[in-house]
């Protein structure tokens, strides 16, 4: 599985971006599919994911603001950003998690930097 993810920029405190991760093979495959970020100096955290049946999972500080989603046709994940902080600056991370044969494995894709500046 490879995961390649864009969609990042400079965008204005209160401003959107839509992130997407394009997933080689099929994104039904993937047990469950999630974004992660990383802001200089802090650990690496989840921002939300998203299951092959559809149930979503937010975490507190991105909960009402964003949203994830996958199109299976288009073997995409995205990421909606509305309403976006400083706080949210980081690079953002597509992350794909399979179960095959009762074995877990996990793959990430590049980062993309998101910054929210005036």
């Known amino acids: 599985v490879q995961l390649q993810a864009f969609g990042g920029g400079l965008v204005q405190p209160g401003g959107s971006l839509r992130l997407s991760c394009a997933v080689s093979g099929s994104v039904s495959s993937i047990n469950v599919m999630a974004w992660y970020r990383q802001a200089p100096g802090q650990q690496r955290e989840l921002v939300a994911s998203?299951?092959?049946?559809?149930?979503?999972n937010y975490s507190d500080s991105v909960k009402g603001r964003f949203t994830i989603s996958r199109d299976n046709a288009k073997n995409t994940v995205y990421l909606q950003m509305n309403s976006l902080k400083p706080e949210d600056t980081a690079a953002y991370y597509c992350n794909a998690f399979r179960i095959r044969s009762g074995v877990g494995s996990n793959y990430w894709g590049q980062g993309t930097l998101v910054t929210v500046s005036s």
């Open positions: 998203i299951t092959s049946g559809g149930t979503t």
